[in-house]
């Protein structure tokens, strides 16, 4: 077992001697991370997993299994500092071209939470067709 197996089985509370593999279906990022180093490291190793099988590597053939979720894809944010802050989005950047340069493959993200432009086409279509929502 690797040593993301390990601590991840740690941080949940599982038994060490599990006989199955640790699979991992999904990655759900809420906000940024504080450091980043090793998340994008975690988050690289999960999303070139086979099956979410923290260690393995899919073939070049197979598509992405572990799917990445996030909620704010705002690159910079303004607050009292004159300069704009980074945000969630130079994440998702960082994450994609370290792991373009690493595997030379794209990671498949799904984003949820601020209006991005196909939520609002998406609105535009329900006010079109009459939809209330409710």
């Known amino acids: ?68 979720y996030m909620t704010n894809p705002d690159f910079l944010y303004a607050d009292a500092f004159v300069l704009p802050r980074h945000a969630e989005g130079c994440y998702q950047y960082c994450l994609e071209g370290i792991f373009r340069r690493q595997y030379g493959r794209e990671v498949e993200t799904i984003v949820y939470g601020k209006p991005t432009a196909r939520t609002y086409k998406f609105a535009g279509l329900s006010r079109y067709r009459g939809d209330t929502g409710g």
């Open 1 to 68: 077992m690797d040593w993301l197996a390990k601590r991840a089985r740690a941080r949940l509370g599982l038994p060490k001697d599990l006989k199955a593999p640790l699979k991992i279906e999904a990655i759900f990022m809420l906000s940024d991370p504080t450091m980043w180093e090793e998340n994008l490291q975690i988050m690289c190793d999960l999303i070139i997993s086979r099956d979410g099988v923290p260690g393995s590597v899919r073939l070049p053939s197979e598509k992405q299994f572990v799917k990445f």
